[in-house]
């Protein structure tokens, strides 16, 4: 085990601050959205510095960048590291940034103290993850891994009424010689951020994520009558607010009876007509619920939903349930995950093993290839933030945990 590869801390937060410094805000963030000018300019010095680490850079046909280190076995599957680079609007340095920094880093350590790997590795920078341009998320590993298709982004605008085709192929990075959907990836390994405060607040230097949440949103509208506040006697009322609010406490008073780490919220409700003094005639609200096992949506699901049925015949009103997120829970490989454990703990880094509550790269990548995701704590849990950080000694545990992980899987 090579826990004193000679990687300190100053490079780490250069090698950080010099990324941010695309798409820095006057806040002290980061703007940098899929194909915009801050995107191209880090892409492109991305392309450079892997040039520069001996690692053969390249786009494929959406803009994602890979840095590749030939392995010496021949016509070998790759292994595939690394996060992405787009952020939310005035984000964090760290959330996906940090993943590709980490990978570049433990790459050429590895390349630098082992020579040429057995298994080809390949860093990726992906070209977008959080879906805050366009109206579609992970259109970089979505692309690699087939579920998305090129033609999926020709009628997708952003809210300047740029096309998304239109503005992939401007900025001039786009390699269609290079096929986009890959079949040849043998695995993949992501760093990122927590993005909550569990890993902080049981002061553990690195998370091991054994599942990625699967999420259910549904919008649910109950339609009664309107009528008058004054003159409507109560056992006359066909009121929406009233049972709306006894569905939602209901659904949300369930939640602990049923597993102790579902979570289920309501977000958003629309009252119609929403005046003062009329009764309502409808409650349109949102359900959001999120665990790491299908059974147990499953079993949520049906429970509120049927007492939500039921309730409305009683009281003689319509309900309508309408899902539109239907996101299934990924685990992550248990023979990566069983490699990242003993990694830990010959390191003796406190660790956790734990769920991931949001979306990331590798629940896309989760499906298609074995997949281990590792997290590092986020001081108060803050991300999606200018505030967004995490001290150096986790970052540089992440990327030693990482560069160890790759030297058992590629020497
Ligand atoms: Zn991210």
Not at 67 to 73: E, Q
């Amino acid at each position: 085990l090579n826990t004193s590869i000679d990687l300190d801390t100053k490079e780490i937060f250069s090698w950080m601050e010099w990324l941010a410094g695309f798409g820095l805000t006057k806040n002290g963030g980061v703007t940098r959205l899929l194909y915009d000018a801050n995107w191209k300019n880090a892409q492109h010095a991305l392309f450079e510095r892997m040039k520069e680490l001996e690692l053969e850079p390249y786009f494929d046909g959406v803009g994602n960048l890979f840095g590749r280190l030939k392995g010496t076995v021949e016509n070998d599957k790759v292994i595939l590291t690394g996060s992405h680079i787009d952020t939310v609007i005035d984000g964090g340095k760290y959330d996906g940034a940090y993943g590709v920094v980490a990978s570049l880093l433990a790459v050429n350590y590895l390349h630098k103290h082992y020579g040429k790997p057995k298994r080809t590795i390949e860093i990726v920078s992906l070209c977008e993850e959080e879906g805050s341009r366009f109206p579609l998320a992970f259109w970089g590993s979505g692309s690699i891994t087939g579920k998305y298709k090129e033609e999926d982004c020709k009628e997708l605008y952003d809210t300047n009424n740029i096309n998304f085709k239109k503005a992939m192929n401007d900025t001039g990075m786009i390699n269609s010689s290079k096929k986009t959907k890959r079949d040849d990836i043998a695995s993949f390994v992501e760093v990122h951020i927590e993005q909550g405060a569990i890993l902080e607040s049981e002061k553990k230097s690195i998370g091991i994520v054994s599942h990625i949440v699967g999420q259910r949103r549904f919008n649910i509208r109950v339609k009664g009558e309107s009528n008058h506040a004054g003159t409507t006697p109560m056992t006359f009322r066909r009121d929406s607010v009233h049972l709306a609010s006894e569905l939602i406490s209901y659904a949300l008073n369930k939640v602990p009876a049923i597993d102790s780490s579902l979570v289920a919220t309501v977000g958003k409700m629309t009252v119609s007509p929403n005046i003062p003094n009329v009764i309502a005639n409808e409650v349109i609200f949102t359900l959001d619920v999120r665990h790491h096992q299908e059974s147990v949506l499953n079993q949520y699901c049906d429970i509120i939903f049927s007492f939500f049925r039921e309730k409305c015949l009683q009281t003689g009103m319509e309900l309508e349930i309408e899902k539109w997120v239907d996101v299934k829970p990924v685990e992550m490989n248990g023979n990566l995950t069983e490699i990242c454990r003993s990694v830990v703990t010959d390191m003796k880094v406190p660790y956790k093993e734990m769920v991931s509550g949001a979306g990331h790269d590798a629940q896309i990548f989760g499906t298609y290839c074995p997949t281990a995701l590792l997290f590092v704590p986020s001081v108060n849990g803050i991300s999606h933030s200018p505030k967004e950080w995490t001290k150096m000694e986790d970052l540089r545990n992440g990327i030693v945990v990482l560069f160890e992980l790759l030297h058992r899987m590629a020497y």
